[in-house]
């Protein structure tokens, strides 16, 4: 994975959830979501070197950096953008409970990149 595809995939989120804010359709959240879980899935491979094949391997790769870095942030990004991902195929949670996952997930994968790649 290159980081210019990361950027990439971050870039369509941030725009997929602004098209959520000025129309309030939730298929532009979701499709935030699901952009945002890819991206974070690419930002494991790039700083861990590995394949992210699935959320079972996102979730130990995620472990096994916390613990590396002593950085709970690839904890808590990865649950917040599993629960978007899960969003984006069954449609289950409130609105605005995503929204939030995904404004803070934003926040620290722009950390979690400007310190580790």
């Given amino acids: 994975m290159t980081r210019a595809r990361l950027r990439t995939f971050l870039q369509a989120a ?7 804010k000025s129309t309030r359709q939730e298929v532009y959240l979701a499709q935030a979501g699901e952009k945002l879980w890819n991206a974070y899935n690419m930002l494991l491979s790039i700083i861990a070197k590995t394949k992210i094949y699935n959320w079972k391997t996102a979730e130990k790769v995620s472990g096994e950096l916390a613990v590396k870095y002593r950085d709970s942030n690839f904890i808590d990004v990865f649950a917040d953008t599993f629960e978007l991902h899960k969003y984006f195929y069954r449609g289950h ?3 605005e409970d995503e929204e939030r996952r995904l404004v803070l997930s934003f926040e620290l994968m722009e950390k979690i990149m400007k310190k580790y790649i």
């Fill in 93 to 95: 949670g409130k609105t």
């Fill in 14 to 20: 941030k725009k997929e959830y602004a098209r959520y």
